[in-house]
């Protein structure tokens, strides 16, 4: 028996060192390496780290820059928490027809391009919009598009964290002649803190590393670090005060980060419905106003902008036509860019790409993570999610300054879809990683007692579990590197552009023929996306998420 179990450990150990090597290999290259080549510049030239931050503390518009980063990454949580309550309460407590198509429908916002948002609201605020308002460079823009992106995250994290409470103790309040409000107040609010505060902290890491949204709707009129990060490093050709600006973001971010995995875990804990999820109908005043309020904020936040830009996209003149999108297809050698459909063309090949690197690396690395418990695989689950956590502008300056040597690769076409696979990698380990932890350990030790090898185990167990999840993280990896601006602004050629820098192009110069083009194209990109979440939708396997 202690011979069998010996052998069985020893193919475990064995099985998880090789599925390591690839993912330790491509992680430290892409991830680690850029971010300590960013420090390098920081210390290193003739100013040096002390001077580079001197120089941020001294400039009144880069103190002014981290300031409003952090205030408006503040306000835009706050705002979020505010009006996503609604929808929470309503998903966690009770149960509706449809359901489960509101919940789907939230998480397409979530995903949505930066730049596809940030043309709706262009259509929707700017001067020709239906408001008959212009809010283009406005703080109010920034924040209503951050409380659109982020209003998925609240509803899902506090929701569920909600819907998974014992309520017991809320029931025996009540019918010791509390209130419904004191209740809440006293007994269902404390234990949704932690909630609260995890949901808070994504939001918080999201708005204080928004990109797109303030480039698009603030121009370089409003800054926050990404955007001064951005101009430093590209046009100011100023590396190191750049590298001193992601070093203050990337403490940020880590206290973010730091943050959401102490509320995650203490949110987790507190999920111990005894009586598993049990939902009531909307009965009464109070659950149908609230049922109300809800689906309108909701339709009012989501709906409106992205229907607004389909209508736009369709404006030809007075009237209403296709011309827009038959103007992507009749190349114009004097156009902002003369192929708009060769960046569509360019992002499919590039999501392509990126798809198979990150469903290859975050498959090994979730099948490494389930082997067996040990420090390296633990330590490798929470590091994954770094790359998720760090700018995309952070990832892409990396990049810029780390690979100029020994092979000069900053202009290769081969480094968009690698940015864009280590930031799709953590959604592939996340949507794989539950499934793998539910196959029994009794298994895969049976098999290799029986005498099967660790590869025989893998391809006659493993693999045909996690290959329906690999789908879904497929399907996750090709919409985000269909919709990444962050890094590939800095790493894709003029000559190659993507769906997301063509339409930041078409939305920087003025006229309407250019602008039509741009949103026609966000409209096609905000297709393509919407139809991957309707089909990662259809290929779940139970709760395949763990964010």
């Not at 003025?510 to 194209?521: H, S």
Request: proline share 5%; hydrophobic share 55%.
């Amino acid at each position: 028996m202690d011979r069998s179990h010996d052998r069985v450990m020893k193919a475990q150990r064995s099985t998880q060192r090789w599925l390591f090597a690839l993912p330790i290999a491509f992680l430290t290259t892409f991830f680690v390496y850029p971010i300590v080549r960013i420090m390098a510049v920081s210390f290193s030239g003739d100013a040096g780290i002390v001077d580079s931050f001197s120089t941020v503390i001294r400039t009144a518009s880069l103190r002014g820059t981290t300031w409003f980063t952090l205030w408006q990454a503040l306000a835009s949580t706050v705002l979020t928490l505010i009006f996503a309550f609604p929808a929470a309460a309503l998903v966690g407590r009770y149960q509706f027809r449809g359901r489960r198509l509101f919940m789907a429908s939230l998480t397409v916002p979530f995903v949505m391009p930066t730049v596809v948002v940030g043309a709706a609201f262009l259509a929707l605020l700017g001067p020709d919009g239906p408001l008959g308002v212009d809010l283009r460079r406005s703080v109010t823009a920034i924040l209503i598009a951050h409380v659109f992106f982020n209003y998925a995250v609240v509803v899902r994290t506090v929701g569920g964290n909600w819907a998974n409470l014992d309520r017991t103790t809320e029931e025996a309040a009540r019918v010791l002649g509390a209130g419904q409000w004191q209740a809440f107040r006293r007994i269902t609010l404390p234990q949704l803190m932690p909630s609260i505060r995890a949901a808070a902290s994504i939001v918080f890491l999201f708005t204080f590393t928004s990109f797109g949204v303030v480039l698009l709707l603030g121009g370089f009129g409003i800054n926050t670090i990404e955007v001064v990060i951005f101009r430093e490093a590209t046009v100011n050709l100023d590396l190191a005060v750049a590298g001193a600006l992601a070093l203050i973001q990337m403490v940020g971010v880590a206290g973010a980060v730091y943050a959401y995995g102490r509320s995650g875990r203490q949110a987790t804990e507190r999920s111990v419905s005894a009586s598993g999820v049990v939902l009531r109908p909307i009965r009464g005043f109070p659950a149908r106003f609230l049922q109300l309020a809800a689906l309108g904020i909701s339709a009012l936040l989501l709906a409106v902008p992205l229907g607004g830009l389909v209508v736009r996209s369709l404006t030809v003149g007075g009237g209403l036509g296709s011309a827009n999108f038959s103007s992507l297809f009749s190349p114009d050698r004097t156009a902002v860019v003369t192929a708009p459909w060769q960046a569509i063309f360019n992002s499919i090949q590039i999501a392509l790409g990126a798809t198979v690197i990150s469903v290859v690396i975050g498959t090994l690395l979730a099948l490494a993570i389930a082997q067996r418990p040990t420090r390296l695989s633990s330590t490798m689950d929470a590091l994954v999610m770094l790359p998720l956590g760090t700018s995309a502008v952070t990832v892409g300056f990396g990049f810029l300054v780390a690979f100029d040597w020994p092979i000069d690769l900053r202009t290769s076409p081969i480094l968009v879809p690698i940015a864009h696979a280590l930031i799709a990698v953590p959604f592939v380990v996340r949507t794989t990683l539950p499934v793998l932890r539910a196959v029994r350990a009794r298994l895969r030790e049976a098999a290799t007692v029986l005498g099967a090898s660790p590869r025989r185990v893998l391809a006659l167990i493993d693999l045909p579990i996690v290959s329906r999840a690999a789908l879904v993280g497929a399907g996750f990896a090709f919409a985000i590197s269909m919709g990444e601006f962050g890094a590939t602004a800095f790493l894709v050629r003029p000559d190659r552009p993507t769906l997301t820098t063509a339409i930041f192009r078409l939305l920087s110069k003025p006229g309407d023929a250019t602008f039509g083009q741009a949103i026609a194209m966000s409209v096609i990109l905000m297709v393509v996306t919407a139809s991957l979440v309707a089909a990662i939708d259809r290929f779940r396997v139970g709760n395949l998420g763990e964010f």
